[in-house]
């Protein structure tokens, strides 16, 4: 009878000591998972800025300004170069 209880003891700590092993695992394994999605979130934050600082660098008036005159050779409107339309006239 001893043996018997000995043996069901025995196995309920094998079983024990496996569900520990498993769960020790499974935690490391969220945790590495939580780690990879952090680090992930980080840089979608540095990219974030990145893209709003060059939103507001393209966006500035000056800017855009020097690419009309570079690439389009356009130039500032003078009065002296202004046409004016009116209705009904020849």
């Known amino acids: 009878m001893s043996g018997r ?4 003891l ?8 496996l569900s ?4 020790q695992y499974q935690a490391r394994s969220l945790f590495i998972e939580l780690e990879r999605a952090q680090a992930a979130a980080r840089q979608l934050d540095i990219e ?13 008036n000056a800017r855009i ?6 690439d389009l ?4 409107v003078t009065p ?8 009904g006239a020849n």
């Open 48 to 60: 974030w800025s990145q893209l709003q600082l060059d939103q507001s660098t393209l966006g500035k």
């Open 65 to 70: 300004e020097a690419n009309a005159r570079r």
């Open 20 to 23: 520990v092993v498993n769960a």
């Open 5 to 8: 209880i000995s043996m069901v």
């Open 80 to 87: 002296a170069r202004t046409q004016y339309l009116t209705l």
């Open 10 to 17: 025995a196995a309920a700590l094998v079983l024990c000591a």
């Open 73 to 76: 050779n356009m130039v500032q």
